[in-house]
């Protein structure tokens, strides 16, 4: 599951596509729906802390986990330089522990996505369980199985920037329903010319949302809705990214 090593140092260029603000302020609503206002949140899979941040400028306690280490350093110059106290904890989420309860956990930007066996998916979900106050909120996104399939699988998609590009081969495997992804960095040596080449693969698994369901259920926690991401649509075999909200059914 260890991933993002090199990549890490270079992660936030590549993502300034990403409307994270727009992202934060819809995982907001949703918490304020089911009466999230403030308090302890857990963010699983934080990775350099960009939503972390945000959601803590939205008034939240929280705490961020991660198992990449050169993510979690990138996320800690952050919370210098913003003054946020947020904790941030090195561990992987399929064995996380914390010292109490929290009001809600969120996973976003499918971490999900890189638990590669069921039986560890629930676990996940079996320990946001434990950890959630009675009747805590657990909000998640995925990537979905026709993303990988028809979106992503088999398509090379390259970066080209000043100080750093990148070459990503997708291979989307039908029958283990597995993305690889297999990733060239070129990241510039400070001021020459030089550009050091780095190579990464990562893996990620397809789910559906039964499956997510039956994971969510068999775990403890109450499936309560799935929205088709950043709407409040139900989602369709056409839905490339889903978002699900789950409950502590009560301790």
Not at 64 to 80: P, S
Not at 139 to 166: H, P, Q, V, W
Request: net charge negative; glycine share 6%; with cysteine.
């Amino acid at each position: 599951m260890e991933a993002y090593t090199s990549f890490a140092s270079v992660y936030d260029t590549f993502m300034d596509n990403i409307p994270y603000e727009e992202w934060s302020v819809y995982v907001k609503e949703l918490l304020e729906e089911y009466g999230v206002t403030e308090g302890l949140v857990l963010e699983l899979g934080c990775g350099t802390g960009t939503m972390t941040e945000l959601l803590a400028s939205a008034g939240y306690d929280m705490i961020g986990i991660d198992n990449a280490e050169e993510m979690l350093e990138i996320a800690l110059e952050k919370k210098l330089s913003s003054g946020h106290d947020i904790l941030y904890l090195l561990q992987d989420m399929r064995e996380f522990e914390l010292y109490g309860t929290v009001k809600a956990a969120v996973s976003v930007c499918d971490s999900i996505n890189y638990i590669m066996e069921e039986e560890e998916l629930e676990e996940v979900f079996r320990l946001v369980n434990n950890y959630l106050d009675p009747k805590g909120i657990f909000i998640f996104d995925f990537n979905t199985t026709y993303k990988y399939r028809e979106i992503l699988g088999d398509r090379t998609i390259a970066e080209n920037r000043e100080e750093c590009s990148f070459i990503w081969d997708n291979y989307y495997y039908e029958e283990e329903e597995i993305n690889e992804y297999e990733l060239s960095l070129f990241i510039r040596e400070g001021e020459s010319d030089c550009y050091r080449k780095y190579e990464e693969t990562h893996y990620q698994k397809a789910y559906c949302l039964e499956t997510i369901r039956r994971l969510v259920e068999r775990s403890g926690l109450e499936y309560i809705t799935a929205y088709d991401a950043f709407t409040r649509e139900k989602p369709t075999e056409n839905s490339e990214r889903i978002y699900v909200i789950a409950r502590e059914r009560g301790k």
